[in-house]
């Protein structure tokens, strides 16, 4: 549904191949450009190899693998890129050449194509001088390796327009990636930080406080992460943290430099030496120093505007994939402690003063604290967006208590008319949040997993009685809780992308905010069970066929299908429908009598064989307790009232998670591994040796 959109990528180079990979692997038409016909083709033959290998490993199919390299043009021919919607600019880091290639592009681009640049160590607003369209010049930076990895840096510069930045936010998203928008200064948002992390390293080798082997364990521990400074830096070049060490020094301050040791080395062409033996007595020493360092620059970034604390925690998670950024690590440690070492670091270098922002909340004794809901009014609609991308949105207290926070705020403003929403990044939400849960459960606070879910459930229920409609917007995967939310909003809005499923049989559980009682109220008890069972996913298209979506929108759409749906008259939207025909062998397969033959085991009756066996098959990897649970609920549920469904599910919640199936689920699910499961379907054995 996105083939109208055209993109350009100049510079065939591992940047810019791997760029114009993922658009075109996200169903996008690019035109690669390099200076010759040769760059340009060893481009695609780089990206060629990227896909076969990435198909052989089962990521994508061998199918979806050629049709991303049908959409890619490869051609010398700048002219090719006329009519793109968006170029983005990726070759060799110096401004003339860059220079060079934005004039060439302002000469021959239309006046709609949005001039972007990869640049990550030179300030856009320079790079769009060589144009006469600086409202359409952005920067876009990506992370190595771009087809993997999810984050943008979205940059404009002063003179961006408005409307650039959102067609570029949207056309992020059309390629799968989660955006940050961070002002046009040196490093961005998350090189600001990282490279002097990367830098300070080798200054304390540099110093002698401790070896390269010490270093490396110190900064793993201290970060919870898998590769240490130096290895990073063999992997990924040590002349580009130079380079990046001293942009920064000369744009910011001395603090900065690079370390003599780190240019000795880049001089040098070699990679550093990892081996020796790591001393842990001296771990403390250097995690002070690196927090320090991390913690000040993060800080001073936030103090500058450059980005909030949530996004600058979201560039390191997404980008750098630690698993805590620089505020939550400031919060691990306790924000005293960490002002404490800003502060000892400060005293002894110049150019790197205490950020006012951990000197102020330190002051405060409190925790930095994080938004997780943004909320925004546009023409008289609450837009909630659920930003949390760095877990795909999963529902956690601290989630839904903003939800109800901004819902509240919707709710009493008289300017609103109707409520949207949505989630930030590539998934609308992905579920509860498996980590609470699974604490809860470990902790043996079973109590706190009902209370959440209750409150999630009443907050469901005011978004379905609201008198201001409320709309979902649906444009990336939804599981369990999300797919529960999107079912109690009044409508829903989805482009191709989206999606619903409940994979709870799957972890031990059953789907507890509504999932069993909206489905039955949309579909029947039949297609409930049949949904909610298996997990299967339901494609928008299919969530439309079937009534459960309002509208079936693309992406550029949404924005006037929530308008429509916001001033349509209100409809049941459990009106009774009429489903296709392709539904009734689902319908026949689930009866009362065929879902007592597959909980028994048995094979279903009056349908093919190929969808018995599949069924028989698909349920043996579920939790027996879920399903039997599940089943029952779903009966007694088509008896009862919405609130009386409600409470059903609530009184069963803590005995399901006091199970051993819930634990073992939960904590596979957490680790992405298949969960043994103590109770299952009896012939299960028989079916996985099938399998
Ligand atoms: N709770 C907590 N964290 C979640 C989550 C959830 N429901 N869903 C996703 N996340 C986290 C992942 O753990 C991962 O964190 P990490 O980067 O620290 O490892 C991050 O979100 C990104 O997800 P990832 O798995 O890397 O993305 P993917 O595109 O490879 O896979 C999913 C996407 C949705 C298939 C996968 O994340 C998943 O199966 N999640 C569990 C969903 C679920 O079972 N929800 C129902 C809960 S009742």
Redesign the pocket.
Known sequence: MTQHWKLGVVGAGNMGSGIAQKMALEGLEVVLVDVSREQAARGLSRIEQSLREAAERGIFSQEQAEAALKRIVATDRFEDVRDADLVVEAVFEDLDVKGDVFSRLDRICEEKTILATNTSSLYVKDIARYTRRPDRVIGMHYFYHPAKNRLVEIVPHEATSADTIERTRLIGRLHGKTCIVVRDSPGFAVNRYFVPFLNESVRLLEEGVANIPTIEAAAKQAFEIGMGPFELMNVTGIPIAVHSAAYLAKEISEFYAPAKLLIEQSDKREDWDLGGEADESRFEIVSRRLYATVFGAAGAQVDEGVAGIEDTDRGA?IGLRW?RGPFELMNRVGVKQALAMVQELSDRRSGFPVPDIIRSRAAQGTPFAFRYVDYEVRNRIACLTINRP???N?LNPEVVEQLEQAFDRAQRDPEVRGIAVRGAGK?FV??????FFLDCIRRGEMESNVAFTRRGHRLFRRFETSDKPTVAVLDG?S???GSELALACQAIVATEQGSLAF??SG?G?YPGLGGMLRMNLHLGRELAKYYTFTGSKLAAREAYELGIVTELVELEEVEAAIERLVQAEPRDKYRRKDFPAAYREYQTAFSDENVRRLLAGESVQGVSGELAKRLGKILSYKGLIALETMNRMIDRQSKLSIEESIELELDGLSSIFSTEDALAGLTA??S?ERPTFRHTIGRSVAYHEHA
Request: glycine share 16%; no cysteine; aromatic share 0%.
């Open positions: 998670k698993r760095e877990a795909l999963a998934a992905a579920g509860a949040d498996i980590k995967l599981l369990g809780g994979p709870e972890l559980i699910a957490l992405g």
